[in-house]
């Protein structure tokens, strides 16, 4: 499964495999091939944007990311307000050109979808569901992760520093 | 923590936590500003009509890859401000680091000692203490007549011995050195939990 490991601070560490990366980007492809979505990104609540399909040039997807999850956590503070025990599912926001529809993915993750106004949003949600559905049984397989230490060793940190001291003169 | 092996992403949140008009955008305008625009990404900054923060400022930094790892930091900003508590809550989710911006004007020390409890009430409701977790604190506004002495400063916020920084953040004093500061201890933070 995606590792979303419980550090002994209480920090969160989210690791995608190799091969979780590509059955995800697999399973967005297919979204956006179905719903004809301008663009498709997936994130966690942290707003920390995962993968994205479709087109992404002309769009800052980090900021879309960051904004989208703060959208979702500010709708959840809403619904407590208003007596919803759980979050909201979904969120749509309707515009004259596109339209954003919004859908957790577990507790952990969600997905965003940029679509056309002529598309209809029926569509949309039913091709979305099913793409959830992949995701979620994507997330919980079983699958030896990768370990960060792999990733985060003694020379990347030394490097790291001088790099920094390189980009911040 | 994010950490993306196909594409060897690692990608880390620090965010800004003060009370109001201590210069939390003020940093991040700054190192807008000053990086090369090939490490930076847009400043996004929601604010009101009377330029406070109402939610928060984004911006995402990438240096390039390192060993063939791509390290990225996204930089937020909390709004300084009481009353948007739930905010500042919600955008602690998912944090690795914290820079404390303080305002060192003497009659803001309450201020300061409150947002930081506040900080330390939003960390412990999602499992952090500032006792272990990575953090440091800039004392900003060093040049107004009425700036506290460091002494005072330090003995009354800096209880956990955290690096701290003098700044001068509006004219980019002490923002680099901070922001060094906190992504090396979070990176050793991480290294040191695995």
């Given at each position: 499964?995606?590792?979303?490991k ?15 990366f ?26 920390q ?54 859908s ?16 209809t ?49 | ?16 936590y ?49 060993k ?12 300084g401000q009481?009353?948007y ?54 004392y900003?506004?060093?040049?107004l ?5 460091i ?21 980019g ?22």
């Open positions: 499964m995606v590792q979303v419980k550090m002994k601070d209480g920090s969160r560490q989210v690791i995608l495999t190799a091969q979780q590509d059955e995800i980007t697999k399973v967005l492809s297919e979204l956006a091939a179905k719903t004809k979505a301008s663009t498709i990104l997936l994130a966690d609540m942290s707003g944007l995962i993968t994205q399909r479709g087109h992404t040039d002309d769009i800052n997807t980090a900021i879309l990311s960051a904004l989208a999850a703060s959208d979702f956590a500010a709708t959840s503070e809403m619904a407590k307000l208003v007596g919803e025990d759980a979050k909201f599912k979904l969120l749509f926001h309707e515009g004259e050109k596109r339209n954003v529809y919004l957790n993915v577990g507790d952990n993750f969600f997905l965003v979808v940029v679509f056309d106004v002529s598309v949003l029926g569509l949309v949600r039913i091709y979305t569901k099913k793409a959830i559905q992949n995701l979620l049984k994507i997330f919980r397989e079983s699958e030896k992760g990768e370990d960060a230490s792999k990733i985060i060793d003694k020379d990347f940190t030394s490097m790291l520093g001088d790099i920094l001291d390189e980009s911040f003169k | 923590m994010f950490i993306n092996w196909a594409l060897q992403e690692i990608n880390l949140k620090i965010v800004y003060g009370p109001g008009m201590s210069g939390k955008t003020t940093n991040l305008e700054y190192i807008h500003r000053k990086l090369d625009p090939s490490l930076t990404g847009e400043l996004v900054t929601l604010k009101t009509k009377e330029d406070r923060t109402i939610f928060f400022d984004f911006m995402q930094i990438e240096v390039g890859r390192i063939g790892k791509k390290p990225k930091f996204n930089l937020y900003t909390v709004p009481v009353y508590a739930s905010s500042r809550k919600i955008i602690l989710n998912g944090v690795d680091g914290i820079v404390f911006v303080a305002d060192s004007q003497r009659d803001r020390m309450e201020g300061n000692i409150e947002t930081l409890l506040d900080l330390e009430k939003n960390l412990m409701e999602s499992g952090h203490s500032l006792e272990s977790f990575p953090w440091v604190i800039q900003n506004k060093r040049d007549p009425n700036a506290e002495s002494q005072v400063l330090q003995k009354k916020l800096n209880f956990f011995n955290v690096p701290s920084f003098e700044a001068i953040a509006i004219k004093i002490g923002v680099f050195d901070t922001l060094k500061a906190i992504i090396n201890l979070v990176v050793q933070h991480v290294q040191r939990q695995l």
